[in-house]
């Protein structure tokens, strides 16, 4: 819900009506995609991630606008950025404190989570020789539509915490937990 645009010198920014951590981000130019970043400590660490929000405006999605067995940067505009303050062991996969690019590679079936090195790129360009690795998503089917492309980090009552994104009726989600 925008609940004001206002021009600031050749920059729109848009005033969102925000719940939990969503932050709105400035706009620049006319984007049909808000940008927006959501931010959570977890054990200590300061997680990030900043993302171009597409709608689904009545489209297919999953399969049809994202198409299965081709690597997806899940976003819109520049590539999604995830950044941690803390070295994290998503799943199996140990990730250094720094700053990433997020792609998946979405199929039918299981889906995959590729972290990669290299930042500052366009969601169409991607570098697989940049990988930092993979990880296998955990992946379900949502009772209702998610219209808007979010990201999320829950926490674990366990300690750490679990990476997900919905889109459409399909959840996709990774846990984690933060190093020392």
Known sequence: MIAGVFLV????????????????????GNRASPHEAVDATIDGADLTITYGRPYMKGRTIMGGLVPYGRWWCPGADECTEFATSKPLRIADLAVPAGTYTLY???????????????????????????????????????????????????????????????????????????GR
């Open 9 to 28: 010198g050749l920059v729109a920014v848009a005033i969102v009506a925000v719940e939990g951590k969503q932050r709105p981000l400035p706009q620049f």
């Open 104 to 178: 998946m590679l979405p199929t039918a079936g299981d889906w995959t989570l590729m972290i990669n090195k290299r930042t500052g790129v366009f969601h169409t360009r991607y570098f697989p020789a940049d990988d930092l690795g993979r990880v296998t998503l955990r992946k379900r089917q949502l009772d209702s539509p998610v219209e808007q492309l979010t990201f999320a980090f829950d926490p674990s009552p366990s300690g750490g915490g679990v990476l997900v994104m919905r889109w459409e009726t399909t959840e996709v989600s990774a846990p984690f937990t933060v």
